[in-house]
């Protein structure tokens, strides 16, 4: 049986219950292995209480409980501040020790991967916080990844991958850059494959059986994706909106967008 993509869940997901305390990480966790997810997208701030001073103990606590329920944890990703406080604009130097300490606590958990993000890593002028963060990268064996995400487009983050041609270095695109309302073309979702080492499959509302998600092309991009022969991680993102009642409950939201993603596997 050839190798086939690996659907999983980003924890990003549960957001909107989490901040009314309806849900822990850990009642995510397991939510998202019930769902049928085989792997686990966590971010830093969001979902460790003591950030950015965790506990080692809680990181590799919440690993266990990923790695008991036959989940993997593919990505750690970062909030790359850009400002501290409202005083305070982080300089290059702060910038860089945010991205090393993110390689860092990936390799301690065995992580393949961080994304770090939202981060101006597509100026120029950064170009020298991505050069200053490679070696490091290297060093411990983590790949960095930046998020795709509308409204961007990916000009920029491909000439960035073209300009430093590092295995070290990646991209993660958000299907919601693509969506229909956005006009961007098939064309350039194929064009950043050859660098893609996760996905985010997003959807705004529950999906019912049987129906498609109706703001993003899936089906092709799902196909596109399947026709290169790519079997890397790709992560269920539910972020609700509009006024669907049923829209608020992510639990069923990240249900139903899992269910909807292994369609096309």
């Known amino acids: 049986m050839s190798e086939q993509m690996k659907v999983g869940v980003t924890l990003h997901s549960y957001i909107v ?3 009314k305390h309806n849900i822990t990480v850990d ?25 950015p001073h965790p506990k080692m103990t809680e990181l590799f606590r ?3 409980l990923i790695e ?5 944890l593919v990505n750690f990703s970062q909030y790359t501040e850009n400002e501290y406080s409202a005083v305070y604009r982080c300089t290059e130097e702060d910038k860089i020790q945010q991205v090393k300490e993110s390689i860092l606590y990936a390799h301690i958990l065995g992580v393949p991967m961080t994304r770090i993000t939202p981060f101006v890593n597509v100026d120029p ?4 916080v991505i050069e200053k963060c490679l070696p490091f990268a290297e060093k411990y064996n983590v790949k960095l990844c930046f998020e795709i995400h509308s409204p961007a487009k990916p000009d920029r983050f491909l000439e ?5 041609k590092s295995k070290y270095l990646g991209l993660v695109p958000d299907f919601s850059a693509w969506y229909y309302a956005g006009h961007l073309s098939l064309d ?8 893609t080492i996760h996905v985010h ?3 705004t509302s529950i999906i019912d059986e049987n129906h498609e998600e109706p703001n993003i092309p899936y089906r092709d991009l799902m196909n596109i994706l399947k026709e290169y022969k790519y079997t890397g991680s790709i992560v269920a993102e539910y972020e609700p909106a509009g006024f669907d009642p049923r829209a608020s409950d992510t639990r069923m939201g990240v249900e139903s967008l899992v269910k909807y993603i292994s369609r096309f596997i």
């Open 17 to 19: 219950d989490m901040k």
């Open 27 to 51: 009642e995510a966790i397991e939510h998202a292995a019930g769902c049928g997810a085989k792997c686990i997208e966590i971010i830093d701030a969001e979902h460790f209480l003591d950030w």
């Open 62 to 64: 919440v690993k266990e």
């Open 68 to 72: 008991s329920l036959g989940m993997e």
């Open 125 to 128: 002028a950064n170009n020298r």
């Open 160 to 164: 960035v991958m073209k300009e430093f």
């Open 188 to 195: 350039s979702f194929k064009e950043c494959l050859p660098y």
């Open 201 to 203: 499959g997003k959807a």
